[in-house]
């Protein structure tokens, strides 16, 4: 497979994302080398975020409403950002068999969670990682994001210091 071809897609929709003054997270989701769902993260601006609403999470709900007769371990997420808890979850809970992510998100990348510890709905899935995937071109979209004073999401945050200090 791919991954910079369908990882260039997911920052695509990152970079629409970031066009409307949203936090910079695509996504682009595939069943053997077919596109079936995209989405960029919503909900980031304002004063009260809207923590729902993520790239992923859109992503899967589209998919959801294909009729679609895929065999679910060939289904793999492509993100500009690693996929947080609820996404990862969400992710697991799908049949999405491989994420590929572009950047790390050291403040709240569920990635790394040992899923043997999880209950059994969790634990016995054999999910593939694949990190790092154009993660210059994802760290771009971040610090650009970050160093625009208008937007307040995570500004002042972990992730924030982190990526602006690369």
């Known amino acids: 497979m791919d991954y910079e071809f369908f990882m260039r897609k997911a920052l695509k929709q990152a970079e629409k994302a970031l066009s409307a003054g949203e936090f910079p997270v695509g996504c682009v989701i595939t069943h053997q080398g077919k596109i079936l769902a995209t989405a960029s993260r919503t909900g980031t601006i304002g004063n009260y975020p809207n923590e ?3 790239a992923e999470m859109i992503a899967l709900r589209d998919l959801s409403g294909l009729e679609l007769n895929t065999d679910k371990d060939k289904v793999t997420l492509f993100s500009t950002l690693e996929p947080c808890l609820m996404c990862l979850g969400a992710l697991i809970l799908g049949g ?23 209950p059994s709905l969790y634990k016995n899935q054999n999910m593939l990682i694949v990190p790092h995937i154009l993660r210059t071109k994802s760290l771009e979209l971040f610090k650009s994001f970050f160093q625009n004073p208008k937007h307040s999401y995570w500004k002042g945050s972990l992730l924030a210091k982190y990526t602006l200090s690369q």
């Open 96 to 118: 999405v068999d491989q994420i590929v992510y572009a950047y790390e998100d050291i403040m709240g990348g569920g990635t790394s969670c040992d899923l043997a510890k999880l």
């Open 52 to 54: 729902i609403d993520h």
